[in-house]
């Protein structure tokens, strides 16, 4: 239509407006994001408690991460910090890990041309039911269900049942480690759902053939799933290790509310819970700023780290199938609403 | 044996296997529905029982009778005769967890964030995208780089800054920020990049057509399937921030469903246990009747690569 | 794709709709209590010594006379506000976790003022509120008073920014001469200035089920329960006596956390000594605990403000609670608990001991200074409504006249089967000082401490103490560990960089030696 000299004028000529259009984007999260940042590295500098106006330096950060500082209590409160970091990974790993063996072999079974599986849709559908509802009311449901003693259902149930006795009823809620595995299942009751519906467009995404030429080498399914369907699906599968690692270290919700009388249960605070609560203890010479900015910082730097790794692991391979998937996704979805109403389940 | 009915039998065996595999994955589907279902279903049959019931035996799996009762102590409309306890309880419950101001809250802040989310989204995915310009490499980098952030690293610095600002208490944080949503952004660019002809954009440049009206009549309603996936997921996130929002709102006239039901969780005295899971069945079932009437939509956005928040 | 809109834009529709038909169901009756129109309505600003003597001469009592003195000279002192706060808005708002708790004096003062009272709750229990009122006293929305309690209120009254004077409204600490004087020094802030005044005042006793005491230990009155539980020795004997008999079934007193409200508000030591955490009775309670605890005379699981501590009393499981007197009125505690037919009775129990309270603070954003005047008065100084609020609420009014009048007097409470509990506590509340062991930790500590104690009751008491002084020191990087009772192990790695992992190592190795001793 317009010849390269034309068409550079254009671009010149029209530059401005690409400047308009994402300004909107880059005012707001300067003044939302960036600057609150910024403002988080400086509070991360100065003390804790009465202490809040002084400038510490790197006080904070010697006391959280190596016990050593000004306070007495710096090793207690480096071990306050390792502890979180710690739960914060034992309740990632221990989500993560059933979260995508299950989503995957569904995946597998659902895109299974050979299995006849009756009600494919409405599996898919009320697995993925979890994911919409409010952490909050989540961690409400299960506490109500599964709390300590037998005046709640799950203990109730297992009195009646012979299993425990009154005075060896399970502590869903305060036990150490019975509720770590109640937060992990929790997340993969919430998330499995989700996960398996990506992999699942993954999968799809594969060449039909590459099945059928193994179908006809002799290959069974084991193989097929080992030699062909995880190899391709790799980068999706990165993605979903990437994203489950930044919702881990987010992990606030369900470890804050997941417990019994008034403070939270420190054998579940993860590093957002030791945020938040060393920045909202109560007034200002209450709270621990100090910390509470410091192990932000902190949890910036990994996430930077984690990302930039994964991003140069990934970021040819990775774009280019995902675009494929999500042509092939996006025409589902057309074809869908072009049926339109979708008031069946 | 001829060569016929070995195959025969081999089909025969290979079928029985079929068969066999897909009746047991049949069965782990629906013990994985159970899983799903029921936790929802146990709360909803004990949000109809009286809490001294619930109080003898906790594990009911039948339907009561005192949804009524309990429904009544929610809404704070006892009979004028009921003791004084009573209506203590249903004081107490009807202020902290009043639900129809509850969905309003959450509905305003999930509605508007989500609206200025897709459309702010869909805005700068169409500047970089559309337009040539020096700094737009740099300015996409720059977005994806700052996708993984999580909300927690500046929130301290966030909720001081809100303080200073004097806009605790206030809708404003809450939704202005939803107009920076890198992820949302990059999913566009890249939904953009596949599938949104900028040819069109250089015959409505001929047809006189501003550049911003060119955005708003044309290219957004091209985008209606990432929009319709991106809203979906924006406003499922939204209403279900409780990190943000309790930091925030700390006025019970301003509080969500998320707030209420930690707040509820929170009581420590007049507590009643039907009532409590009244509280939390009110909290989870319009979203999840809505879920249920849009699940195809959700469940094929989720496949379109939806951004897991 | 219109389809998916159209479907889109019906459900918000809907959305829209239904909300707004619910919010208008249950709006009405919003967290607003507007004063229901008064009977006598005499109007706030003008209830002067003219209404009292009316009320006086309602109660026609023989020493009302000294009170109506005492009372007119206050009132003409304290009803002004000093102007420094404003006035200019109608609506009366208080700050507080639960209104429930607030009811009571709500509905007393609607019958003695016609002004909108509204509250404004700010967190579910006490704790949390603590965390959340430092956000929203500054935030600009409407405050006029906030409730605090004893555990944290430290942090309040001594931060200008988040109370003003209670002279500010007209009151001086002279309106509290009858007073308990404790609930002066706490409300009173480190440079001397009144902050906060208490409406009640909180003596604890012992509160038992009749049914099981007889039936276990053959105790038919009051008065012999007294004699078996009168001090912790015969509380234990007792504690044993009734495991015995009941086989077990039925535990002393249901939590620790009741327990240690009595074993421990009564010393004199305090939690926070300058800077150092003291631990000394923590320990002491420690030892009892555990003893407690392994003789099955208290289950740890059940932890107080749960559905757990209002099921053994409802199923029978507890012979009694260690209650304060906000526990014993109508709707409160006692009743929840299991109290309904009139068959617990209290007593005052091993020890004498108090627990809690709340103040009412003024918040230097107050812009409706009269009225909230008024309602601090009539409840923290003016003896005829304290009286009203006393016999109504069945709570333990902040002065002394009052409480000896309704000890002597003819109140009865049916979830007692008609005991007089004022009778039997009212000399314990005389005896209460806690203002020079009360510190802005304490809520913490308290909580941290008996959180330790119950995840840990099978360790060995050095364990739990260091444990708990470690997380109390992560939690609060002003303080120090006190002397004797640091956790050792801390100590040693705060020492130095390198010896940090080794003197965790050491403290292990040290922990098994002991236990393999």
Known sequence: MASAAQSRIKSISYAKYGYMFIAPFFLVYCFFQIWPLIYTFILSFKGNQANNEAWVGFDNYSQILFGTGSAAGAAAAHEEFARSLGNTFILWIGNFIPQILLSLLLAVWFTDAKIKLPGKGFFKIVMYMPNIITAASVAALYLNLFGDSKNYFVNSLLIKMGMVTESTTIQFVSGEVASKVMVMFIQTWLWFGNTMIMLMSGIMGINPSLFEAADIDGANSTQQFFKITLPLLQPIMVYTLVTSMIGGLQMFDLPYLFHNGANFSKQLETVAVYIYYNFNKGTVDQASYGYAGAASIIIFIITAILGSITFYMNRDKDAIAKKKQRKKAEKQLKAKMKQGGGFSI | MSTKSQYGEVKDDYHKKIMAKSIAILIVCILLTLICLVPIYILIVNSTHASNDLAQNPSRFFFGSHLGDNMKTLMNNLPEDAGKAAKRIAKQYSSTFNVGKGYMNSLIIAGFSTLLTVFFSAMTAYGLTVYDFKLSGPAYTFIIAVMMIPVQVSSAGFVRFMYTLNLINNFIPLIVPAIAAPAVIFFMVSYMKSSFPLEIVEAARIDGCTEFRTFVTIAIPMMGPAIAVQAIFAFVSNWNNYYTQNMILKNADFATVPIMVSKVLAFDKNIDNGVNYLCVTLSILPIVIVYFILSKFIIAGVALGGVKE | ?517
């Open chain 3, 1 to 517: 794709m219109s389809k998916l809109t159209r479907t889109l834009a019906l459900l918000a529709s809907i959305a829209v709709v239904s909300t707004a038909f619910v919010a208008c169901g249950g709006g009405s009756e919003d967290s607003t209590s507007s004063a229901a129109p008064a009977a006598d309505n005499s109007s706030a600003a003008d209830s002067s010594a003219a209404d009292s003597s009316a009320d006086a001469d309602a109660n026609a009592d023989a020493d009302a006379d000294a009170d109506a003195d005492a009372d007119a000279d206050s009132r003409d002192s304290a009803a002004t506000p000093s102007g420094n706060l404003g006035d200019d808005d109608p609506t009366l708002t208080i700050v507080c976790w639960t209104d429930a708790d607030l009811q009571n004096m709500f509905d007393v003062y609607a019958d003695h003022s016609d002004a909108t009272v509204v509250y404004q709750n700010c967190g579910g229990n006490g704790t949390e509120a603590s965390t959340q009122y430092a956000t929203y006293l500054n935030s600009g929305d409407d405050v006029d008073l906030f409730v605090a309690e004893a555990g944290w209120i430290l942090n309040y009254i001594n931060d200008d920014s988040m109370s003003a004077p209670l002279s500010d409204l007209g009151l001086t600490e002279a309106d509290y001469a009858d007073a308990y004087q404790y609930t002066v020094d706490i409300g009173t802030d480190n440079n001397g200035v009144l902050k906060a005044a208490s409406w009640q005042a909180a003596p604890g006793g012992f509160a038992y089920n009749t049914t099981l005491a007889e039936q276990y230990l053959g105790v038919t009155t009051p008065e012999d329960m007294q004699a078996k539980i009168g001090s912790w020795d015969d509380f234990a004997t007792t504690a044993q006596e009734l495991h015995d008999a009941s086989n077990g079934a039925v535990t002393m007193t249901a939590t620790l956390g009741g327990l240690w409200q009595a074993f421990s508000t009564a010393q004199s030591a305090a939690w926070v000594n300058g800077t150092d955490i003291q631990t000394d009775i923590a320990r002491e309670f420690a030892d009892m605990a555990k003893d407690y605890v392994d003789k099955g005379y208290v289950n740890p699981a059940v932890e107080q403000w749960t559905t757990d501590w209002t099921n053994v009393g409802l199923n029978g499981e507890t012979l009694g609670y260690f209650y304060s007197t906000w526990c014993l009125g109508e709707a409160a505690q006692l009743e929840q608990n299991g109290g309904t037919e009139g068959n617990w009775r209290i007593v005052i129990g091993p020890q004498e001991y108090f627990w809690g309270g709340s103040w009412l603070c003024v918040s230097p954003n107050c812009n409706t200074a009269t009225e909230a005047a008024n309602f601090v008065r009539s409840f923290t100084v003016d003896p005829d409504i304290m009286k009203e609020y006393v016999e109504y609420s069945g709570d333990f009014a902040n002065n002394k006249t009052v409480m000896e009048e309704e000890a002597a007097g003819d109140y009865t409470n049916p979830l007692l089967g008609d005991q007089n509990q004022f009778a039997i506590l009212k000399d314990v509340a005389a005896g209460i000082t806690m203002s020079d062991t009360i510190s802005k930790y304490d809520q913490n500590l308290k909580d941290t401490f008996l959180k330790t104690l119950k995840d840990n009751i099978d360790s060995d008491t050095d364990t739990i103490l260091s444990t708990f002084t470690s997380q109390a020191l992560a939690d609060n990087p002003d303080l120090t560990a006190g002397d004797g009772s640091a956790a050792p192990a801390d100590d040693a790695a705060a020492e130095g960089e390198d010896s940090a992992a080794e003197g965790d190592a050491d403290a292990a190795a040290d922990g098994e030696d002991s236990a393999a001793e």
